[in-house]
C-alpha cells in the first residue's frame, strides 16, 4: 500500500484583455489594452465561426496565443515558477460569446472525484471599479462583515473548473438543473461561476453571505483534454479515462461565455467590443506525490 500526498501549487498571471472590434487587425496593438499590467495583454480577435468548445485546440491554429509565465500566488518569485512551462492563453470573441483557449504542458493526473489531484483552472476578471487582482476583489471585511453594501466596487468575477468528474470532451458548466435553482453551480462536472470581494467573502453565483442572494445562472460552459487522449470517438465514463499515469504532455482548457450576462448583482464582468477588461488566470496542479 503506497500513501499518497498531493499538494497544490497555485500559479496566477494577471493582465488585461482587448475585445477587438471587427475591423481590428491581426497585426493591430490593440492600444492601451497593457496599460498598468505588465504580464498578459490579451487581445480577443473578432473571428466569428471558427471555435468549436470541445476542449481541442486544432481549431485555434492562427489564433496568437499569449504565453504567461506561471508563478505561485503567494509567493510569486520567478525561481519559483511551474516547472512544465508557460500557459499559453488565447481568446477569440464571434460578437455574441467570447471563447478562451488555456494550453499548458504537464503529466496526465486523472483521479475521479478527487479534484485535489486533478488540474484544476480559473480565469478571474474584475468587476467592482475597486477591485484588485490581489486578494481576489481586496475588500478588507472578512466573513461576517463583508456583504454587497460594505464590499462593493471590489467584485470580481471567478469561473473555475475542476475536472475531477469531468470526462475529456465533454461541455460542462451553466446546465438546467443548477441554473433552475439560480445559482452558478455545475454539479456535473465543477466548471462554476463564482463571484468575490476577497479570498475568504467568495460565493457562487446566486449566493450570498446569508445565503440566496440573487436569482443567477452559470454562464460559462467548458471542456478539457489532454494530448495523450488520441481516441477520437466520444469518451464515456465507462472508458474510465481516468487514470495518474504520469505520461507526457498539454492540457488544453477551452471556454466560452456570452459578451453579455442578466447579472443584475455585480456577480458577472460585462465585456464590451472594442474596450479592455482586466483578467487574471491561475492553474493548480498536484504536485510532490509522496510515497
Ligand atoms: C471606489 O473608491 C473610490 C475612492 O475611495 C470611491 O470614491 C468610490 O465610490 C468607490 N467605488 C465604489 C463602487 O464603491
Ligand atoms: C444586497 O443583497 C441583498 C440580498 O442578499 C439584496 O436584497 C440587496 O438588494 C442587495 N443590494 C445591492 C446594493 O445589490
Known sequence: MVLRLFLLSAVVVSGAIHFAAAHEGHGDEAAGSCAGSPDIGVVAYYRPGIVTVDGREDDWDGIDGFEVQLLPALDPDVDKAYAGGKMSI????????????????????????????????????????????????????????????????????????????????????????????????????????????????????????TGKSSYAQNDWHGAWWHSKITFNSGIVAGDSPYSEDGVKGTYYFEFSRPLRTMDRSQQDVQFVIGQTSRVAAAFWYPIGEIK
Open 90 to 209: 488565447k481568446a477569440i470573441h464571434d460578437g455574441s460569446n467570447v471563447f478562451f483557449m488555456l494550453q499548458v504542458d504537464g503529466e496526465y493526473a486523472y483521479s475521479q472525484g478527487a479534484n485535489e489531484k486533478c488540474p484544476s483552472v480559473a480565469l478571474m476578471f474584475q468587476v467592482g471599479e475597486n477591485a484588485s487582482y490581489h486578494n481576489m476583489g481586496g475588500c478588507k471585511n472578512l466573513p461576517g462583515s463583508c456583504n454587497n453594501m460594505s464590499c462593493r466596487g471590489h467584485e470580481v468575477d471567478i469561473m473555475h473548473f475542476s475536472i475531477g468528474n469531468a470526462i475529456p470532451g465533454r461541455l460542462y458548466g451553466g446546465n438546467l438543473a443548477d441554473n433552475s435553482e439560480g445559482t452558478g453551480n455545475d454539479r456535473f462536472g465543477h466548471l462554476v461561476d463564482v463571484y468575490a470581494w476577497n479570498p475568504h467573502c467568495r460565493y457562487l453565483d446566486g449566493k450570498g453571505p
